[in-house]
């Protein structure tokens, strides 16, 4: 199953992983804290949760299990995501491990103080043509993983 941070997800990544939802049939779970439109799918669904503070991270770390794909731009939601067993993916392709999320946690930590301090930091860049390409990569190598255990998974034919 995937689950989408889908309040801040730029259209292009909405587009590529609905298109990798038709083209897999995986499940996929869009939560947002206002209407989102989406396709009309029996795998692809949308919860709309209240609006504030977490709320949506609260309710993805609330119905993931082990194994399932996260996809967010928020750093803590990846590190809770982690916690409970899942994957964690950024908007850019980047693949989010307990190994690199305590440093991204950090560097996160520091910008924000930097931005409570007044110094203008800037968003991040809109997305390039070779973020949405890293992304797109970087699903489809989540999507052969989660395909292949599912076939170890599957019962043996009788």
Not at 8 to 35: D, Q, W, Y
Not at 46 to 67: L, S, T
Not at 108 to 136: C, N, V
């Amino acid at each position: 199953m995937i689950f989408v941070d889908a309040d801040a997800c730029p259209l292009a990544i909405k587009e590529i992983l609905l298109r990798a939802a038709e083209r897999t049939g995986i499940g996929m779970v869009f939560i947002a804290n206002h209407s989102i439109p989406l396709p009309k799918r029996d795998n692809v669904s949308f919860v709309m949760v209240e609006k504030g503070f977490d709320v949506a991270d609260n309710v993805i770390v609330a119905r993931i299990q082990a194994g399932d794909l996260v996809v967010t731009q928020d750093i803590p939601l990846a590190a809770e995501v982690l916690a409970k067993g899942a994957q964690a993916m950024g908007l850019r392709g980047q693949v989010h491990t307990a190994d690199n999320i305590r440093a991204r946690l950090t560097v996160r930590d520091f910008m924000e103080t930097m931005r409570f301090s007044g110094e203008h930091t800037g968003g991040p860049a809109p997305l390039s043509t070779k973020d949405r390409q890293a992304f797109a990569n970087a699903l489809d190598r989540y999507l052969l993983i989660f395909a292949r255990l599912q076939e170890k998974l599957a019962p043996c034919p009788q």
